[in-house]
């Protein structure tokens, strides 16, 4: 290759890494994954590497994200936020390691001590505190010139706005990321492509009262500018961070040696599927700031710390088919069914397409070869379509506009927040009359949460809706048990136990028969609220009645979605009879007013394992009848971790590190009993 096609080929690299990086930074809309954005960055540094002539100011070895929006103020930050070198290997650590020492000019047998920090995929900011006062919060920007984004940053409850500790620095910059945790995205997934994009569009909304309706979280992890800091290592600024309010990754360790370095990022790897936030791999800093400071930087990185990025598992097959799925609220997902591959052990048939404009973005059809991604927890799902492996006859897929079930037609509907048409397509049949739904209906009916019927699965709802033995929730309470005992599979005992299950569960608390109505936007947090307003079954029965349901409007927390929903739900006939059958079969309990002075009061509890003898639903619903409270993630606020069987062991290490007093579940019902 001559030297004019050389520069031809770099140059066309970095346009098209200047239009990556503006998706990314900008517009929060990448155009590819992070391991595609990765291998460009890498082919640029080696070219540059290999061929001494090429040289561009829009290199990544000069460029740090990208200039800072027009939308917003710029800042120059008072020390550079610089990016992180990438390591992909075992070896490139022991190259990093090596580096070091020469750089010291230390004996082969120095010990390199490192303060390992998984690395949350989410938004920089750069927090200015003054004596104790929150008063400048900033985006990365470029790098040296970030966003005010301070109003914004101000309603992230993570932050402290105020900090008293005697010990605390007259000035500096307090540095970490913003992000969402993945069981909140979940209600955001129809607006964004994933939790980093959405933390980062909620960051550059121009009305903070519109960034406060999003869960932001904010981990802290280094620091800036400084002034009157008295610290001499990472893990002492983390666990400094800690006692100052900040919030830490509770997975950060101290470690020396690549091999330790190499053992604990395969073990964080393998814990990745268990935590409720995105990691994208170990960030590695040398944990004396005194040897940081000699080690200093090159050109937009330091030389002190590198990150180790994770491996994303990637596999090319062909789309057989795309397969459409009706869900509970009549939401229509697109599958691929692909030809089966493995990928990083595990055989994948099946991917999502999550929904029609999905599809429509990536012009994905039947009989395409793709990439297909299975990282972590993410579902299976295709990165991009290999074009050049396209034939002509392959026709573009027109997504269904009736219902693949019942023939409905399909709708989207207006988001009066957005003002969009939402991305899912939804069957326009209401309750029990479309088949798919039907099922997901009875599905949820019975689930944990719900009415929890052991013995009464999906894969049994489905065969008894097959057999024609269900067709709406109150045939559960009326099954033919003679014909179920003359099944394969079923005999005499296991038709008595279900039969048991299923009496017994004719006694159900007031928010638990809410939810296992599967009503459109009431969730068990939703049902909870209805239920202690409305107290009695009876009021619940007669929201048919408009004046009635207005009245759900004074509930903090229910707002005009909700109230549509229930409203919607009480016009439909099946759904009325429903109501009526199971009120003749069922002892729905009235709401139990929650202790206000319980002994349980202000203590936050969590559970790993599973209990015996109670559902984690009924679990914690005693727990709240006694004025305590439940998260889902181990933090500094926890006061109790309840140990069940097989727990989680990341959970409790992690309540471990932070001294929570863990409890056996038999010390739980005791400390349960006290209060009762």
């Not at 994948?348 to 429509?360: G, K, M, P, Q, Y």
């Amino acid at each position: 290759m001559d030297k004019k096609k050389i520069k031809k080929e770099y140059y066309n690299k970095i346009q098209n890494l200047i239009k990556l990086n503006k998706h990314y930074y900008e517009l929060s809309k990448p155009l590819v994954n992070d391991q595609e954005y990765d291998k460009i960055k890498k082919q640029l540094l080696s070219l540059e590497k290999k061929y001494n002539f090429l040289k561009s100011e829009d290199s990544p070895s000069k460029i740090v994200g990208f200039k800072p929006s027009k939308n917003f103020k710029k800042v120059f930050h008072r020390v550079s936020m610089l990016s992180l070198s990438n390591a992909f290997s075992e070896e490139d650590l022991i190259n990093f390691e090596k580096k070091i020492i020469n750089f010291l000019d230390e004996s082969k047998s120095f010990k390199v001590e490192y303060s390992a920090e998984p690395k949350i995929d989410g938004i920089s900011a750069s927090l200015i505190y003054k004596k104790g006062k929150f008063v400048t919060g900033l985006s990365r920007g470029d790098g040296k010139e970030g966003e005010d984004i301070t109003q914004n940053l101000k309603t992230i409850n993570d932050i402290p706005k105020n900090i008293l500790a005697k010990d605390f620095p007259i000035e500096i910059d307090i540095r970490g990321e913003v992000f969402i945790q993945n069981k909140d995205f979940e209600k955001l997934k129809n607006k964004f492509a994933n939790p980093r994009n959405a933390a980062s569009g909620s960051l550059r909304q121009k009305n903070p009262e519109d960034t406060k309706k999003i869960p932001l979280k904010f981990i802290a992890y280094t620091y800036g500018y400084e002034k009157g800091i008295k610290i001499n290592k990472q893990n002492e600024y983390l666990q400094k961070l800690n006692e100052w309010g900040f919030k830490t990754n509770p997975f950060n360790k101290t470690l020396q040696g690549v091999q330790n370095l190499m053992k604990n990022y395969y073990e964080i790897e393998k814990k990745r599927s268990e935590l409720d936030f995105d990691i994208d791999g170990i960030v590695y800093k040398i944990n004396s700031f005194e040897l940081q400071k000699r080690l200093g930087n090159v050109a937009n990185s330091p030389r002190w710390a590198i990150a180790h990025k994770f491996s994303a598992n990637n596999g090319v097959s062909k789309i057989l088919n795309i397969d459409i799925q009706v869900g509970r609220t009549g939401a229509l997902t697109p599958v691929a069914k692909i030809k089966p591959i493995n990928i990083g052990g595990v055989v994948v048939s099946n991917a999502t397409l999550h929904n029609e404009d999905e599809i429509v973005r990536k012009d994905i059809r039947i009989g395409d070869t793709v990439v297909v991604e299975r990282a972590g927890d993410v579902i299976p799902h295709i990165i991009k379509v290999d074009l050049k492996k396209r034939t002509k006859e392959l026709k573009k897929y027109i997504f269904p506009l009736n219902c693949p079930s019942c023939g409905a037609k399909t709708i989207k509907e207006y988001n009066s927040i957005t003002k969009k048409k939402d991305a899912i397509r939804r069957c326009s049949s209401e309750g029990y009359e479309c088949e798919k739904v039907a099922i997901e209906k009875i599905k949820h009916f019975v689930s944990k949460e719900a009415f929890n019927i052991d013995g009464l699965g999906k894969k049994i709802v489905e065969n008894f809706w097959n057999l024609k033995l269900i067709r709406l929730p109150q045939d559960i309470f009326n099954l033919n048990f003679k014909k179920i005992e003359s099944l394969d599979g079923w005999g005499r005992q296991s038709v008595a136990n279900l039969k048991y299950a299923i009496k017994e569960k004719q006694n159900i608390s007031f928010e638990r028969f809410i939810y296992s109505l599967g009503i459109r936007h009431i969730g068990f947090e939703n049902a909870k609220l209805i239920a202690k307003t409305l107290k009695f079954s009876e009021n619940f029965l007669n929201l048919s009645d408009e004046i009635k349901l207005n009245d759900l409007l004074n509930i903090d927390g229910i707002g005009e979605t909700q109230i549509n929903s229930v409203k919607n739900f009480f016009l439909n006939k099946t759904n009325l009879k429903v109501l009526n059958d199971l009120q003749k079969i069922l002892n729905i309990k009235n709401a139990i007013e929650i202790k206000k002075d319980g002994l349980l009061s202000n203590k936050i509890f969590m559970f790993t394992g599973k209990l015996n003898g109670i559902s984690r639903a009924e679990a914690k619903s005693l727990i709240e009848k006694n004025s305590g409270s439940i998260i889902s993630n181990v933090s500094k606020k926890l006061d109790y971790l309840i140990v069940g069987e097989k727990p989680t062991k990341r959970k409790i290490e992690a309540a471990k590190e932070l001294n929570i007093k863990i409890l056996k579940q038999s010390e739980w019902i005791k400390l349960l009993n006290k209060s009762s």
